[in-house]
């Protein structure tokens, strides 16, 4: 079945830390991958995707993630965080163009000063 | 529109009520989502619409849910003889193809609903 895992339910984490919150999807031939932030009371927001090309993605905020088709692996890095990160965010996968998005449980991290 | 919308953003029913749910997708796309998210957990998807067709429904819980976009723009969720399990938010999203074949999904915010 087509699943995906977030492995950690909370992350804490102080200000100006690194942080890495991570996920794995069930292997497929091919996968779109997708992070996205949810602040409290509101809807999705993307913050990075992987579609194609190189296995390194930048997005907005800062955040950046490595598509590792080996290990079926597309974890989410910041090398440092503030406390406006202090959200849940999700991981997503996509087995096909224009299809549904299967969402992980999500992980919440929390930022302290 | 700028975004997507949905209204309304929270709903109180009582058991066996029958609700209404509503979402204004981003002008032009083509493609729209709706999905559940049950409090602490991630989204899960119901149903996707092409334009006016509904191209797959295999994520609707039960019969008492059903969904329609009679135009290609609006779509209802509808909710029928709610019951406490139904308790959650509801995500509408949409998406086009365009730029690049990327088929990003914009969400909307959301209506949560409360089944009393």
């Known amino acids: 079945a087509q699943s995906v895992t977030q492995l950690d339910s909370q992350v804490p984490v102080f200000e100006e830390a690194p942080v890495e919150l991570r996920c ?22 993307l913050l990075l995707k992987y579609l194609s090309g190189s ?13 590792n088709k080996s290990q079926t ?21 996509r087995y096909n163009q224009g299809g549904k998005l299967i969402f992980g449980q999500g992980t919440e991290l929390s930022v302290k000063p | 529109g700028a975004g997507v919308s949905q209204s309304p953003r929270y709903k109180v029913a009582k058991r066996g009520q029958d609700v209404a749910l509503r979402c204004d997708p981003i002008s032009g796309h083509v ?12 989204p899960e998807f119901l149903t996707y ?5 509904q191209l ?9 849910f059903f969904a329609e976009r009679p135009e290609g723009s609006v779509s209802t969720l509808k909710i029928q003889r709610t019951q ?15 730029p690049g074949g990327s088929y990003e999904q914009y969400f ?9």
Do not use: M
């Open chain 2, 108 to 116: 909307g915010p959301g209506t949560r609903l409360t089944v009393t």
């Open chain 2, 31 to 42: 493609s729209l989502f709706w999905y559940q998210q049950a409090l602490g957990q991630g």
């Open chain 1, 73 to 93: 692996s597309f974890h989410l890095r910041k090398p440092s965080v503030h406390i406006s990160d202090t959200a849940e965010y999700f991981c997503a996968v």
């Open chain 2, 84 to 98: 406490q399990e139904d308790s959650a938010v509801y995500l509408c999203a949409s998406s086009s193809p365009y």
């Open chain 1, 24 to 45: 794995n999807y069930s292997s497929s031939v091919s996968v779109y991958l997708f992070w996205y932030v949810q602040y409290p009371n509101q809807g999705l927001q």
């Open chain 2, 56 to 64: 797959d429904k295999s994520g609707l819980p039960s019969d008492r």
């Open chain 1, 55 to 67: 296995t390194l993605v930048k997005g907005i905020n800062g955040f950046e993630a490595e598509f």
């Open chain 2, 49 to 53: 619409f092409q334009n006016e067709a």
